[in-house]
């Protein structure tokens, strides 16, 4: 309970409950929002990670993705199971991501904090460390991926997965919304209940 007291004799002069709720409220609403973005970069990042190994995967076994249709049928299996499922783990990781950046931004914004400010920090980063431990072989994968053949199926790929995750964010945001709606609401009648009973008590 919130009390101000009179600063001469110091006896209490009022009751506030509705401030003494009020430190409550504040830290609820910074431990969500903390909560939130804390998820939300975490996803982010951790998409950045998955991308890194994405590309890897690609540029290392750029000779199979050139060749794709006259490689062994096992390597080629194995290439494209090993591809779908980092894009897959990616995409997904982007939209958790999407959905836990702010409620109230647009969904375009959403993807762009995922991208831009979650995931392209990771993937650089992972660059510039491959590149400054083994720069000749980072260039010379660098080169060799710029293939005619390799680059634009590179590309296509990664922006394949960015599309895949821009989708299953546009997808969960509504379902997302829906249930924090429904708990919402969940709290409410039970607070209604509560101070019915203390009521009738």
Known sequence: MWVARCPRCGFAVRWSPRRARAPFRTWARLRALNTRLGIALGGAQAAGLLAIALGVMLVEQRDTLSNFGTVPAGRRWAFATGVTLLATACATLGAVSTVAFGPHVG???????????????????????????????AVDDILASLHPWAAPRIVAICGATVLASALLSAAAIPLHAWIVRRLAARQRRLHRFLRKGHGAA
Do not use: F, S
């Open 107 to 137: 969904r375009l914004a959403r993807l762009a904090c995922t991208w831009l400010l979650g995931a392209l920090p990771v993937i650089v980063a992972g660059v510039l460390v491959g590149v400054l431990t083994e720069p000749r072989r």
